[in-house]
């Protein structure tokens, strides 16, 4: 989820799964998760793209493009706003660095992800990662006036926009329950980090959407609407 103007001290409430919370990345241990080990694969995901919501060049240049000397964009600023442009056009195409993803699915910023299926061979680290933006918290958060916030919709890669902070529900939408992430790592021997993101990309068909409705903006009031969302589907 990527919200125009929203409070940086908005955070999902998340998944009542053992999380990887931002203390345990940080190399705490969570009161709620007593004893959660946090992998090196799940660090690189989180330090990635704790970066990239940040807008920090020098994550971008160690973790990005100390492998990539082909890539024309390196001013992460300009990156951005290359991004923000196709989103605010309804439809986004999914990079190798991730951006698309990272923003619009809240990696670093609250979405849950869960490693799996790693491989480490000379000269390459892949796994993939299970995504759950969690939408539905949207509807417990407080916004600024006049916020947009951006959401992955069905058909995947499509982009809804809705203006959150009504009293009542807007219509139901198609928007994205999880998915899964095939990320790809090469040696980054010149770089602050051990590892340079080779690509990351959506596994295909593992999109999983879900029907909900948002408190939006202008909707009229109304009474009795159902709060639960429907269940997920493929």
């Not at 409070?7 to 998760?33: K, N, Q, Y």
């Not at 919501?53 to 951005?80: G, I």
């Not at 923003?103 to 990662?129: M, P």
């Not at 499509?158 to 959150?164: A, D, R, W, Y």
Request: proline fraction near 8%.
């Amino acid at each position: 989820m990527q919200g125009d103007r929203i409070a940086s001290s908005c955070r999902f409430s998340l998944v009542p799964e053992c999380l990887i919370l931002t203390a345990a990345l940080a190399g705490l241990t969570s009161s709620r998760c007593s004893g959660v080990r946090v992998s090196p694969e799940e660090q690189l995901v989180y330090k990635y793209a704790e970066g990239i919501q940040s807008l920090h060049q020098p994550t971008y240049d160690d973790f990005f493009l100390a492998c990539h000397p082909e890539w024309e964009q390196t001013d992460l600023v300009t990156r951005m706003a290359r991004y923000e442009s196709a989103r605010r056009g309804g439809s986004v195409e999914f990079s190798s660095d991730g951006i698309e993803m990272v923003k619009l699915a809240a990696l670093g910023r609250g979405a849950y992800f869960k490693v799996a299926r790693v491989v480490k061979e000379a000269g390459r680290l892949q796994f993939r990662t299970m995504v759950k933006p969690d939408y539905i918290a949207i509807n417990n958060l407080v916004f600024p006036e006049k916020a947009v916030v951006y959401l992955l919709g069905e058909p995947f890669g499509s982009v809804l926009s809705i203006k959150p902070g009504g009293k009542s529900f807007g219509p139901e939408r198609s928007v994205l329950w999880s998915v899964d992430l095939h990320w790809i790592w090469v040696p980054n021997p010149l770089a602050k980090s051990d590892w340079c993101l080779y690509s990351v990309a959506p596994v295909p068909g593992s999109e999983v959407f879900m029907k909900m409705k948002f408190n939006e903006a202008g909707t009229p009031a109304a009474a009795g609407q159902p709060r639960e969302p429907a269940g997920p589907s493929p």
